[in-house]
C-alpha cells in the first residue's frame, strides 16, 4: 500500500462503460516522516468516498482491481482507506482530527 494526499479531481465525460460511476481523484504521493508531498502524481479510482486534503492508503498495479468498487474493471490505482493516524517510533507525523482544547 501507498500513502498520498487527495490534492484534486480528474473528470472525464467520454470514457469506457466499464468505469462509469466512478470517481477519479489526483494524489500526490507523500513522505509520512513530513508529510509533504513529492511530486509525483497518479490518478486513482475512489473507492472508500475520500476527499480533497484527505490522507489515504491507495493501491497500484493489479491489486487495484481486488475492491468492490472495482472488480472486473480496468483500474490501475485504488484508494482503499482514508487514514486517522500516522506514527513513527511512537510520535505521531499526522493525526487527522487532532483534538484541540479550550482555552482556559
Do not use: W
Not at 481523484?25 to 509520512?32: A, G, K, N
Not at 493525526?95 to 479550550?102: F, L, Q, T
Amino acid at each position: 500500500m501507498l500513502l498520498g494526499r487527495v490534492v484534486g479531481t480528474v473528470v472525464s465525460t467520454h470514457k469506457s462503460a466499464k468505469i462509469e460511476g466512478l470517481k477519479f481523484l489526483l494524489l500526490d504521493m507523500i513522505q509520512p516522516a513530513t508529510m509533504e508531498g513529492q511530486g509525483k502524481y497518479v490518478v486513482a479510482m475512489d473507492g472508500v468516498g475520500a476527499g480533497t486534503g484527505e490522507i489515504v492508503f491507495y493501491t497500484s498495479g493489479s491489486c487495484g482491481r481486488y475492491t468492490e468498487a472495482t472488480l472486473g474493471r480496468p483500474a490501475d490505482a485504488t484508494i482503499i482507506a482514508i487514514v486517522d493516524t500516522i506514527e513513527i517510533g511512537g510520535k505521531p507525523t499526522y493525526v487527522k482530527n487532532p483534538v484541540i482544547e479550550d482555552a482556559k
